[in-house]
DNA sequence: ACCTGAACACCGTTCAAGT
DNA sequence: ACCTGAACACCGTTCAAGT
């Protein structure tokens, strides 16, 4: 009685790879093993290394088939409308997958499907009209204000306490007050606002966008 | 025979955590380990918790004397210098502790010391003349870009290939000359220029700098 | 007060063996 | 071809014991 390739059984590495997924987002990256995943998956740790070469491979893997699903905005969009796309679903991204974003922003994307990625959004800066070494560095400023933002967003605030001799609330207020009324503003209902706010101060500043839009 | 409190002999927390400092960038972050760590200070692992509550408190005690340690702007300098000053600071940090800057940025800095920093940044945004909305969120964009640009440095280029299967340079130009052509202004010996290029267009942008400097 | 040794509950991964 | 079980070389940390 022979199964499918892809009955709910065998392993292959779409089941792998999505219950790995899943499971980074409810434990953690840092609590997640290969040896919870098995379980997870019903079979022994060891039968994970028959289609993946081993933990880091698995978690490139996850990064390659997240790029590739990266909706891409329609190139007949302006340049400007394409970087705010790109970056409006890189955040979706890194919103949908809070716990595994870490790896996901920084590895390099050196497979076939990262640098494709890339070379889609140097495009928007070459299309906008700069030259290849101003392209190049805006691409370089503007993924580097993506990537600040989106790690802050995902791993800044929201990961909760960590300092050993954490200031209470009252203590701020006390020592530092403007600290603590410009918190108001660090809320992740305002997380929109504030990126939008910098990335048109960038897009305008690095002559993607003209003055007038 | 009573030995001196700071004896090379006895641990103590300065001992400790210079030594893990060194220890981190010499066997990078993620093979660092307490018992390497009492290794190397010939002594067994359990005695360092006789000191230091465990491996993220450690962690975080050296957040806490790499913040107090940054070298801080004179307050006479103007805001928008002031800025860069931090920026520079910081980048600097990043550069001397590439492996441990990972934990460095990420992790709230909800101390004292973590909240002053903070707090004497976010003065350069009002000093400049933003009222307190316009403060928190510029605040917050140039952190996002500060924030990426550093980790960028630090995690990407730098820290070699890591996909499963990486495109080689053959393909990298055959397949994406644009991304291959650029490549020569994302060497580290271009970093400056192109973190202070954003720099200035943010500054600008969210109203830090005037227009005509 | 400070350090030690054995032990516990984990890791990723190798290897030889099963079907 | 695919899965298993035992084993190896690691982790952080607890606990009881030493001085």
Redesign the pocket.
């Given at each position: 009685m022979p199964r499918p390739p892809t009955s709910p059984?065998?392993?292959g590495r779409d089941r792998i790879e999505l219950e790995a997924l899943a499971l980074i987002e409810e434990l953690g990256l840092e609590?997640?093993?290969?040896?919870?995943l098995a379980a997870r998956l019903g079979?022994?740790?060891?039968?994970l290394?028959?289609?993946v070469p081993?933990?880091?491979a698995l978690l490139d893997a996850l990064v390659d088939r997240l790029l590739g699903g990266l909706p891409r905005p329609p190139s007949t969009d302006a340049p400007a409308a394409r970087l705010r796309a790109f970056a409006a679903a890189w955040r979706q991204l890194a919103r949908e997958h809070p716990q595994f974003y870490l790896w996901l922003a920084l590895h390099r994307w050196n497979s076939a499907t990262g640098v494709a990625l890339l070379g889609e959004v140097l495009t928007c800066f070459h299309a906008a009209g700069l030259a290849p070494e101003a392209a190049a560095r805006a691409f370089r400023a503007w993924g580097y204000y993506v990537l600040g933002a989106t790690l802050d967003e995902t791993r800044g605030y929201g990961a909760g306490p960590s300092s050993l001799h954490p200031l209470t609330l009252a203590e701020l207020e006390h020592a530092h007050p403007r600290v603590a009324a410009a918190g108001a503003w660090f809320q992740p209902a305002q997380f929109d606002t504030t990126f939008e706010l910098g990335l048109a101060v960038l897009l305008r500043g690095l002559g993607v966008e003209a003055g007038e839009g």
């Open positions: 059984a065998g392993l609590a997640f093993s290969l040896r919870k079979c022994e740790p060891m039968s290394y028959h289609h081993g933990k880091p």
